[in-house]
């Protein structure tokens, strides 16, 4: 007999991902949030059904936020992970838990469904040896705030900063080039089911320097020349090295 825990697809022998994610969902609450992490592959794989599994979770709703994290955060791997969580219920009808000192008091999440949020927090985090990389407390209350703004739970002033509003009151989630991005059902569903935040976010927005267009062109073309002036310069040099030591082609 199979397993009841198999709801979306029985998943491979050689792969738990999606054994752990389906587990983890039969046990859910009819309110019920989860969050976890997984390894990259669990976002696009498509090897022995894994990626029908992960579009029937996608579609039956239950995909809340992904979060796409840096590689060297964890001291048993050097390879990246990422976030998953999920929700039973994204009606909003349910009474939001508390967010703990500092979040606001609960409140009801807001209606979500036919929504996903995916957030690129690649380039995050900073070097704290040769091999370790750790979050900051502000880009870790950047990703959980912008993560909490969206589903609307953020009730109490927070400073100002990218993926929330200003001032006091309920902050409104906005899309941030680079970083994050609330997709539809349909956009991912053009996108094959794979839930890897990089393929929506798009690229970040980059800042206008002031430099009329005219101006950096020629200083970026002199700037081209000297480059190639000094390539030259190294090439003749390693050959004059060549020559000396007698392998002269």
């Known amino acids: ?34 969050g976890f992490v997984l390894a990259n592959g669990s976002m696009s794989s ?6 029908e599994i992960r579009g029937n979770i996608i579609e039956a709703d239950l995909v809340d936020c992904m979060v796409a994290l840096p590689g060297q955060l964890f001291y048993s791997t050097q390879i990246p992970a990422c976030l998953w969580f999920l929700a039973r219920d994204k009606s909003g009808k349910a009474p939001a838990p ?29 070097m704290v040896d040769r091999t370790h990389r750790e979050l900051t407390d502000d880009e870790i209350a950047r990703i959980a705030g912008t993560y909490h703004t969206w589903r609307g ?12 509003g200003e001032g006091t ?10 970083f994050c991005k609330s997709a539809t059902l349909e956009d991912i ?14 690229a970040e927005a980059q800042g206008d320097d002031g ?5 950096k062109m020629r200083r ?15 090439d003749e040099a390693i050959w004059r090295n060549l020559r000396e030591l007698g392998y002269d082609a």
Request: no cysteine; hydrophobic share 35%.
């Open 98 to 126: 508390s967010l703990g000192q500092g979040w606001g008091e609960s409140r009801r999440f807001r209606d979500r469904r036919g929504q996903v949020l995916l957030i690129d927090a690649r380039k995050l985090g900073r």
């Open 211 to 215: 430099e009329p267009f005219a101006e």
């Open 46 to 51: 498509n090897q022995a059904g894994e990626g």
């Open 189 to 202: 569903r053009k996108h094959g089911y794979v839930l890897t935040p990089g393929r929506y976010v798009g």
């Open 1 to 34: 007999m199979m397993d009841q825990r198999w709801q979306f697809g029985v998943p491979p022998a050689g792969n738990a991902n999606f054994a752990w994610v389906q587990h983890i969902i039969h046990h859910l609450a009819p309110t019920g949030l989860a």
């Open 220 to 234: 970026l073309t002199a700037q081209l020349r000297e480059q190639q002036v000094e390539a030259q310069r190294l």
């Open 153 to 164: 739970t953020l009730a109490s002033p927070l400073p100002p900063g990218e993926g929330r």
């Open 169 to 178: 009151g309920t902050f409104e989630y906005q899309d941030i080039p680079g």
